[in-house]
């Protein structure tokens, strides 16, 4: 510092002459290189004072368009996956068989495993979770397990009514190809009728091609089709409420929620025309539904078997996370019609 | 003459001081600061990502995509089909739809996931396998979570085509239970429960721009 102030002196020295004195000295040309350098320095605090500012006012800016409404992606995505559970337990104590007690424990103990193995997995992400069984609507499981046999009564009807004036829900068949007709016109029907509009829903194959094509008729009168390809497999499912054909996407067959409408009837049409299994649950009592004309009880070994069955349940969840909580009741009916 | 200058020097040495104190300061402050500042990454691209993730898993949960893909290994083995030694997917998702849902909605767009499966052992020890690995995830990784629910009567599922030609997961004929039963045949989560329930899993995507 010393050495730049000394240059300086020597530099004001040959141009300033006139100012000899000893007192203009002290205030003059020999410090204001010095004074020129603290302001400079000055400058530079106050710029990046500023750079701070409007920094600050970037981030705040930043801060205030990020979503600030509570998030409640976490509690969505758990009721929808408390719902699945639920439903595909439900299906599954359903199926062991039991009196609408043994049916309803079942499922309180299965679903009480699930909620405990949920909260467990959840607890990692920071949601404390519990989910409950609360109550049951009893209804009837028409089924048939025998793949060999045809879908007629149990007294080998053809065109035959399965139940009349119900809710219907989880209506699934597995049917063989080689037993389905060759013509739409003798085909095996399935018929939902709600009084008003019906749905049919053929299911037939075609010898040369060997794809099996499933066409339903909305309450319109369109026919629509949709098919499966011959080297597909010996067994073609169709899963009506879920509007699936061997799993794939089967458009016409949403008729059946679009088109009816309240309590419906559900009726077999050339049920010879067909063999395979097949399941379904409707709202009503086993003690309505079953018909010894139509129907076998369950562990008779014979087919189509009618039981007792949830049709639905009634759960409760929690879900509560660091800025949420979240309590709900659901109703769930996996697969419901209209 | 010698006083003048000793202010000056004494101001000159406060305002150097708060230079370098500003400068710290600005640094600090550089480093906090990085949404919207010269970074790869910014909060909004990872709520974008976070939703896009949740989509994709919603939508495979609903048409059963995800299900069917975590049910498809090996049944000598418990592995996935399809993989080396490694015993996870590396360079994109499974040869399942759920998969093909990943590659469309993130590998294609220049974004890497990785999925893991964690499952409870001895319903209470919390056990993770990965099912797609690209690496480690950056600092701006989100992540998003869906649990599967697996019964004793879910069949494991093998390499298949949809009808448009697509690789995707269709089912055989083994059950979780039959699996379960047998000795030369495993799964890589075990029934950890007297009931229908089979056990329960948990799919994490975990998203990140590269």
Known sequence: ?338 | MTVARAQAHALEALVAAMVLLASVTFALQVTAVTPLTASTSSQHIENQQAAVGDGVLTAAAETGALKRTVLFTHPENGSFYGIDARGYYVDGGPPTAFGAMLDESFSDRGIAFNVYLHYLRDREARRTTRLVYMGEPSDHAVSRTRLVTLTDDDALTEPGTSPGGDPRAVETPKTLESVDAAADEEYFVQDGNAGPLYGVVDVEVVVWRM
């Open chain 1, 1 to 338: 510092m010393a050495d730049v102030t000394d240059a300086f002196e020597r530099a004001s020295d040959a141009v300033g002459e006139a100012r000899e004195s000893a007192g203009e000295r002290a205030l003059g040309g020999d410090d204001r290189g010095q004074l020129m350098l603290v302001a400079a320095l000055a400058i530079a605090v106050l710029l990046v004072g500023l750079v701070l500012t409007l920094n600050t006012a970037i981030y705040t800016e930043n801060l205030a368009t990020r979503t600030t409404d509570t998030n409640l992606d976490g509690a969505v995505a758990h009721g929808g996956a408390v719902e699945a559970g639920a439903g595909t337990l439900l299906d599954e104590a359903n199926r062991e068989g039991g009196t609408y007690g043994e049916l309803a424990d079942r499922f309180d103990e299965t679903f009480g495993n699930w909620s405990d193995a949920a909260a467990t997995l959840a607890a990692v992400r920071g949601a404390a979770t519990d989910a409950s069984y609360v109550d049951h609507v009893e209804g009837t499981r028409i089924s048939q397990t025998d793949a060999a046999r045809n879908f007629t009564d149990r007294n080998e009807t053809a065109d035959w009514t399965l139940a009349s004036d119900v809710g219907v829900r989880g209506v699934r068949v597995n049917v063989s190809r080689d037993s389905l007709a060759t013509s739409r016109g003798s085909a095996f029907e399935l018929v939902v009728d709600d009084g008003t509009d019906a749905v049919e829903t053929e299911i037939y194959r075609n010898t040369t091609q060997g794809r099996v094509f499933v066409a339903v008729e909305d309450a319109g009168g369109t026919r629509t089709t949709c098919s499966v390809a011959a080297d597909a497999g010996d067994y073609v499912t169709v899963d009506v409420a879920d509007g699936r054909l061997n799993g794939t996407v089967c458009d016409p067959l949403d008729a059946v929620h679009t088109d009816l409408d309240g309590a419906v009837t559900v009726t077999y049409r050339n049920a010879a025309e067909a063999e395979g299994s097949y399941e379904l649950y409707v709202d009503e009592t086993n003690a309505t539904v079953f018909d010894a004309t139509k129907y076998a009880s369950a562990g008779s070994g014979s087919s189509p078997v009618a039981q007792e069955a949830l049709y639905a349940v009634t759960v409760s969840y929690v879900y509560e996370s660091g800025e949420t909580y979240v309590s709900r009741e659901v109703r769930v009916a996996p697969g419901e019609i209209a």
